[in-house]
């Protein structure tokens, strides 16, 4: 007699009942350990983080998860809902069954009901989920200075002042800094608590210039004989100047600084020095959750005013975005994305078949994502054939987008 073997899968939210098998799953797919204290201490947090907790059940057992975070990221100097996705973790043997992409197709729905307009993850594999609809967005430069390359000790006007987390000077600067990067964190006091003060151990310090204002500080820690900057962020270049001089006045204990930094950082120019070490590292995704309020909240350039460019937009994990748009955007800089007709496109960017008429373009989520937050010009992205369409239409999409510059300085 053969026995079928049918199984149940249900994917729903799980709280505190399930922190057991929870912890046990992320420590095994992670290959962490944590002590009796630790698992306590996170036990007694589970409920009150801002954080929604998917499961994928088998039979009741649970097979695989990921977390939803609610906050909020600087998307060209606004602020903007945010569903972060962590912790995916998946069993050996419930693997490559399609239960992660149940999960995610959850969490857009949950993120989308909740008004998070975009997603940011962190990928153990960019290939994976691209085919959810995310695309790398944030790259970072690391750089390591040895005592030959690394900052030279100058005079500066202003003083250092010791500092830490919970100081509100510290975190005014944060968000002076952020607003300037499009992927930046907007930070509560949780995030401050939990996040900065757990994973980045180190000293504050304060720049405070010669008219007695905070400009900028510095978190770093010292060991091994390398200083490694967790954060740098300023206000004026020479809070810039003066925070890089302090680094060098370690040099009595270091042999070494590392530190990372957003593309427009001015570090090599700086140092006057023809080889720098300076590694390239892609480090986050992101997604666009909800296209027609995303586009409403958007700044576009203003003085790009536009009649309407006629949007083909796949998306089959996201329906809502899955069929035809009309952007406009006027004088100000203000967009909508009106839905037109109920047409569902073709995910396959290099299949998608389409008449090449006037205002016209034919793209998937990623890659709208790409443009939207500026990580890729339109203009490249149809070279290389990523989307397609009337050129001009491409061209005024190009124009529109502000082209802040990318950066996250935060990990979950």
């Given at each position: 007699m053969v026995v079928e073997n049918k199984e149940h899968i249900e994917i729903r939210e799980f709280g505190e009942e399930c922190f057991v098998e929870s912890a046990q799953l992320s420590m095994f797919a992670f290959q962490t350990s944590r002590t009796e204290e630790e698992l306590a201490l996170m036990r007694s947090k589970f409920e009150q983080e801002s954080i929604t907790r998917l499961g994928a059940f088998v039979n009741g057992e649970l097979a695989a998860q990921t977390s939803v975070l609610h906050v909020e990221s600087y998307i060209n100097g606004s602020s903007m809902g945010m569903g972060g996705i962590a912790a995916v973790a998946t069993w050996p043997q419930y693997r490559r069954q399609g239960l992660v992409g149940k999960l995610l197709e959850r969490g857009l729905i949950l993120m989308k009901d909740r008004g998070e307009l975009v997603s940011f993850l962190s990928?153990?594999?960019?290939?994976?989920?691209?085919?959810?609809?995310?695309?790398?967005?944030?790259?970072?430069?690391?750089?390591?200075?040895?005592?030959?390359?690394?900052?030279?000790?100058?005079?500066?006007?202003?003083?250092?002042?010791?500092?830490?987390?919970?100081?509100?000077?510290?975190?005014?600067?944060?968000?002076?800094?952020?607003?300037?990067?499009?992927?930046?964190?907007v930070r509560t006091n949780e995030w401050w608590e939990d996040r900065v003060n757990r994973f980045k151990p180190g000293q504050y310090n304060v720049y405070i210039d010669e008219n007695n204002k905070p400009a900028g500080y510095l978190l770093y820690e010292v060991k091994n004989k390398q200083l490694t900057v967790h954060e740098l962020v300023y206000t004026t270049e020479e809070a810039y100047l003066a925070l890089l001089s302090f680094m060098a006045q370690h040099d009595s204990m270091i042999d070494k600084i590392k530190?990372?930094?957003?593309?427009?950082?001015?570090?090599?120019?700086?140092?006057?020095?023809?080889?720098?070490?300076?590694?390239?590292?892609?480090?986050?995704?992101?997604?666009?959750?909800?296209?027609?309020p995303f586009v409403a909240q958007f700044k576009f350039k203003p003085a790009h005013k536009v009649e309407g460019i006629k949007l083909h937009l796949a998306d089959r994990h996201a329906p809502w975005n899955d069929g035809t748009f009309l952007l406009t955007v006027d004088e100000f800089g203000e967009g909508k994305l009106?839905?037109?007709?109920?047409?569902?496109?073709?995910?396959?960017?290099?299949?998608?078949?389409?008449?090449?008429?006037?205002?016209?373009?034919?793209?998937?989520?990623?890659?709208?994502?790409?443009?939207?937050?500026?990580?890729?010009?339109?203009l490249d992205l149809l070279r290389f054939d990523f989307l397609q369409g009337d050129v001009a239409a491409i061209e005024q999409l190009s124009q529109l987008i502000p082209g802040q510059q990318l950066y996250l300085m935060d990990m979950f």
């Amino acid at each position: 007699m053969v026995v079928e073997n049918k199984e149940h899968i249900e994917i729903r939210e799980f709280g505190e009942e399930c922190f057991v098998e929870s912890a046990q799953l992320s420590m095994f797919a992670f290959q962490t350990s944590r002590t009796e204290e630790e698992l306590a201490l996170m036990r007694s947090k589970f409920e009150q983080e801002s954080i929604t907790r998917l499961g994928a059940f088998v039979n009741g057992e649970l097979a695989a998860q990921t977390s939803v975070l609610h906050v909020e990221s600087y998307i060209n100097g606004s602020s903007m809902g945010m569903g972060g996705i962590a912790a995916v973790a998946t069993w050996p043997q419930y693997r490559r069954q399609g239960l992660v992409g149940k999960l995610l197709e959850r969490g857009l729905i949950l993120m989308k009901d909740r008004g998070e307009l975009v997603s940011f993850l962190s990928p153990f594999s960019a290939s994976f989920y691209r085919k959810f609809g995310w695309e790398m967005f944030a790259e970072q430069r690391v750089y390591t200075l040895d005592r030959e390359t690394m900052p030279k000790r100058v005079p500066y006007s202003g003083t250092m002042k010791r500092s830490n987390y919970q100081d509100p000077v510290v975190r005014q600067l944060y968000a002076q800094f952020a607003e300037r990067y499009t992927g930046m964190m907007v930070r509560t006091n949780e995030w401050w608590e939990d996040r900065v003060n757990r994973f980045k151990p180190g000293q504050y310090n304060v720049y405070i210039d010669e008219n007695n204002k905070p400009a900028g500080y510095l978190l770093y820690e010292v060991k091994n004989k390398q200083l490694t900057v967790h954060e740098l962020v300023y206000t004026t270049e020479e809070a810039y100047l003066a925070l890089l001089s302090f680094m060098a006045q370690h040099d009595s204990m270091i042999d070494k600084i590392k530190l990372k930094a957003p593309f427009d950082d001015m570090l090599p120019y700086i140092l006057h020095y023809s080889y720098v070490n300076i590694e390239l590292q892609p480090y986050f995704m992101a997604r666009i959750v909800d296209a027609v309020p995303f586009v409403a909240q958007f700044k576009f350039k203003p003085a790009h005013k536009v009649e309407g460019i006629k949007l083909h937009l796949a998306d089959r994990h996201a329906p809502w975005n899955d069929g035809t748009f009309l952007l406009t955007v006027d004088e100000f800089g203000e967009g909508k994305l009106v839905p037109l007709v109920d047409e569902k496109v073709d995910v396959k960017q290099s299949e998608i078949s389409f008449n090449s008429e006037q205002n016209e373009i034919f793209l998937s989520i990623e890659v709208l994502t790409a443009i939207m937050l500026g990580s890729r010009n339109a203009l490249d992205l149809l070279r290389f054939d990523f989307l397609q369409g009337d050129v001009a239409a491409i061209e005024q999409l190009s124009q529109l987008i502000p082209g802040q510059q990318l950066y996250l300085m935060d990990m979950f």
